[in-house]
């Protein structure tokens, strides 16, 4: 299993551009997340997804949309990027279980972002 | 708001040495708390984690102390080496939240050798 993969590995955009980060997992994860990792800030949740065709927001949502069209990818869409997006992008997976918040998260490699 | 606050920030340990990182939550409805280690350059990992029905969870060189009444959890890292230098993560989850972490701000170990 190659786990979780993410795509590209590092990417400088010009302010106002548009890219997506891709994200693929064969793990056979029921959830998949975003996270952008900002220095000495920890991990901030942007969406989440449940399952194919569902996802909902996390905490910082703004400037992002996702889809998850299948069970293996859940692409992040950046419209009009901004300077404040210059960060890290984890994608992760896990195999949640209704009611039950123990499941381990297994996360990428990352994307390096830098908005000039 | 559901803050999960770490420290220190950054924390430097002769090899041999205990190294020591503290958590502490504000919503008593959390029920499980990983601590996760990143490598640079790498995607963060699942290192250890508790639930709040007990109060100490020890694996290997690692071990998650927890308690309830205070709202803190910490990781200690015995006998601590060179490669145990990396960034760890507190986080917390709540059952009705699904699998949705919070996590702290992260602690920057380096352990000389």
């Known amino acids: 299993n190659a786990g979780v993969t993410q795509t590209p590995k590092f990417r400088i955009l010009k302010i106002g551009q ?17 996270y952008r990792q900002d220095p000495g800030m920890g991990l901030k949740l942007i969406y989440y997804s449940v399952g194919a065709g569902i996802t909902d927001k996390g905490e910082v949502p703004n400037g992002y949309n996702v889809s998850r069209s299948t069970t293996e990818d859940f692409p992040l869409r950046l419209e009009l990027a901004a300077p404040s997006q210059t960060s890290v992008y984890f994608c992760a997976s896990s195999y949640a279980r ?10 990428g490699p990352g994307t390096r972002l830098t908005v000039l | 708001q559901q803050q999960v606050k770490q420290s220190p920030q950054s924390l430097i340990v002769q ?22 280690q990143q490598f640079p350059g790498k995607g963060p990992a699942l290192l250890i984690a508790i639930r709040p029905d007990v109060s100490e969870k020890k694996e290997g060189r690692f071990t998650i102390s927890f ?6 959890f910490s990781l200690h890292i015995m006998d601590s080496q060179p490669g145990d230098s990396a960034t760890y993560f507190c986080a917390a989850s709540r059952e009705t939240s699904g699998s949705r972490l919070t996590f702290g701000e992260g602690t920057q170990l380096t352990v000389n050798p």
């Open chain 1, 18 to 34: 548009s890219m997506t980060l891709q994200c693929t997992q064969d793990m056979n994860h029921n959830y998949m997340y975003w």
């Open chain 1, 98 to 107: 209704r009611g039950q918040s123990t499941d381990t998260q297994y996360f």
């Open chain 2, 15 to 36: 090899k041999g040495g205990i190294s020591i990182i503290n958590c502490a939550y504000e919503n008593t409805a959390f029920d499980y708390f990983p601590w996760y």
């Open chain 2, 67 to 72: 308690n309830k009444s205070a709202k803190q």
